[in-house]
Every structure is written in C-alpha cells, then in structure tokens.
C-alpha cells in the first residue's frame, strides 16, 4: 500500500486566528446578557406567540404555516458581503418591522462609526459559503 501524499488541510485556517480576527476578549464570554435585555426578549417573543394564535383563530391553521415560509424565503435573500448593506425590505414588509422606530433612526447606524472596520467581501463570501471560518467582519466580535 502507497501512503497518501496529501497533507490534512482545513479551508481558512484556525478559528482563534489574532491576526485575522483580532485579540479575543474574556469579557463577552463570561458576562451573559443584561435582565432588561432577556425580559425584552421574551416580551418579543411572546407577543409574536400571541399574533400567530389570533392569525390561526381568524384565518385558520395554515396562514401562520404560509407566514413562516415567506419569512424563511425572504430571510434568505441576500446581497453580496460589500460597501452595501442588505436591506431586507420585503422581510421588513412580511413581519411588520417597518412600523418599529428603532435606536438606528435617531442614533447613528452602527456602521457609520468611527471604529467599523468594511466587510472584506472575499472574505465575507468565504464565510457565508462555509469555506472559511470566523465572522465575516472584524467589526462583529
């Protein structure tokens, strides 16, 4: 028998790569996420609970079911990693989110900081297509 001549290679190396990624931090990893912050999310998540109850008490069964694969086929549209954001607007339109006046319309966008490091787009197609690994941006660790 020949031995294999090939050497094991992972696409896009290590997960902790410093140099790619940055310096990690302890504090995201230990510190779990703020009282308000869960209890808002159950609220959330209670709320969108409730909305499907009365949809499948008004229209019956299968609209929440039809609701949910929009969503699902609107959640998957995406622009390439770049200078442009997605928008998600027929998402926005399908869940209702348009109505929500969120912290970005009256603060600044997260993405016109000072400190937003651009998507690599490379490298951000690298990741969405599961060849390389790590967040797509430094920006998001």
Known sequence: M?????????????????????????KSDIVGSHPLEVAYGTILKNKEDMKRQILANTYGSAFPLKMDLDKQVLSKFRRPPGAIPSSFLGLEAATGEMEDFGFEYYLNDPRESETFVPVDMHHGMEVRLDLSKGPACKSFM
């Open 2 to 26: 020949e031995a294999s001549k090939t050497i094991a290679h992972e696409v896009g190396g290590i997960q902790n790569d410093a140099l790619r990624f940055g310096l990690n931090g302890v």
